[in-house]
């Protein structure tokens, strides 16, 4: 679906960006609840949680990386003001914290 792609483009290219379904329908000329519904017919996850997967792989690389940027930063860097929400999600969706995760790598 031409319009599912364009999405999933734009949360790719703006993950690291605030983004709500309010302002993707507005970049497209469509309802948040259309968006939604198709987005999720066509990929089976909603748009909000595609965006967290993709923020929290980024931030997985990012502590891949041999960087000295604190988990404050990266959070900041893949779109997430409060450090705290990041590492809950990072450890809801790889089982381990920011930290632990970055300390087991080297």
């Not at 450090?83 to 450890?91: G, N, R």
């Amino acid at each position: 679906n031409y319009v599912v792609k364009k999405i999933i483009n734009y949360l790719n290219e703006n993950y690291d960006k605030k983004i709500s379904l309010d302002q993707i329908g507005g970049n497209m000329y469509l309802s948040p609840v259309y968006i939604s519904k198709i987005f999720k017919e066509n990929t089976g996850d909603s748009p909000i949680n595609y965006l967290i997967k993709i923020r929290l792989e980024k931030a997985k690389e990012m502590l891949e990386e041999d960087g000295n940027e604190s988990i404050k930063q990266i959070a900041a860097n893949v779109g997430y003001d409060d450090v705290y929400h990041f590492s809950k999600l990072f450890k809801k969706h790889y089982g381990i914290s920011p930290l632990n995760y970055k300390r087991s790598i080297k």
